[in-house]
């Protein structure tokens, strides 16, 4: 990683980083590409504090940036102290893998908040990346910030109908209800051998074993966490009938995020 500050912006250069491929493959949704005058840009959230990033030839542009800000949250949040060449190496002595990486080579893993994760996982239950933003565009439209579990826990299933969440609407109370009880302690999950998170996480009414790796992976950086969906479960039976790769497992989440991009897009274009 190499930046400089230039008028109230952070100009960085970033190995490994594509806008598109990290900010609109599905492990978050409350970023929307903005037309400018740039290559690429976006606009987002983390922890309710706002971003504007752009592409510009070789570089980025963290737009009315601090650099304290940029230090102490857009660094960890865009994980950019993480080599991903050297994560890459790693999967690419697989054949499958290679080709995933690639593919898609700038994706990156955030490290997003676990309540705002768990929320947004929630919702993501068969359901499409257009509908999940619109309904977490309402939440935070109607509070004017994304809320916190001590608000909704406030709130019942027929108060949240503005959402449209559907069924999703009870699981987002039951949810709320047991982090701001502190029956649910993300914190602690976060702590957890990953058997045990992952049964503490599916305790919350509609969460499975997919919201519960999302919220592993997404929300707490456990990159052991695999999340299988349509499209990883064709990947492992395809590609790997004896199971995923030992060495590839510590991060196989990671791993996963490169599979499933290329997967979707590969079948798509054939």
Known sequence: ????????????????????ETLDCGQAFRWKKVPSEYDCTYTGFFLNKSLTVSKKDDFFILHNTSESDFLEKWVEYFDLNTDYGKLKEIFCRDETM???????????????DSWETLISFIISQNNNIPRIKLIIDRLCSHYGHFPSALELAEETP???????????????IDASQKVASGEINLDEIKKMPLDDARQKLMTIKGVGKKVSECVLLFGMYRTEA???DVWIKRVLENYYPEGFPEYAKPYGGIAQQYLFHYIRNHASAN
């Not at 990683?1 to 598109?20: A, P, S």
């Not at 027929?158 to 987002?172: N, P, Q």
């Open 1 to 20: 990683m190499k930046y400089k500050t230039e008028n109230n912006n952070i100009l960085l250069w970033q190995e490994d980083f594509d806008l598109d």
């Open 158 to 172: 027929e108060s949240i109908d503005y959402l449209k969440s559907g069924f999703r609407a009870k699981y987002i």
């Open 226 to 228: 695999f999340p299988i």
């Open 98 to 112: 290679k080709k995933a990486c690639e593919f898609a080579g700038g994706i990156r893993l955030l490290r997003q």
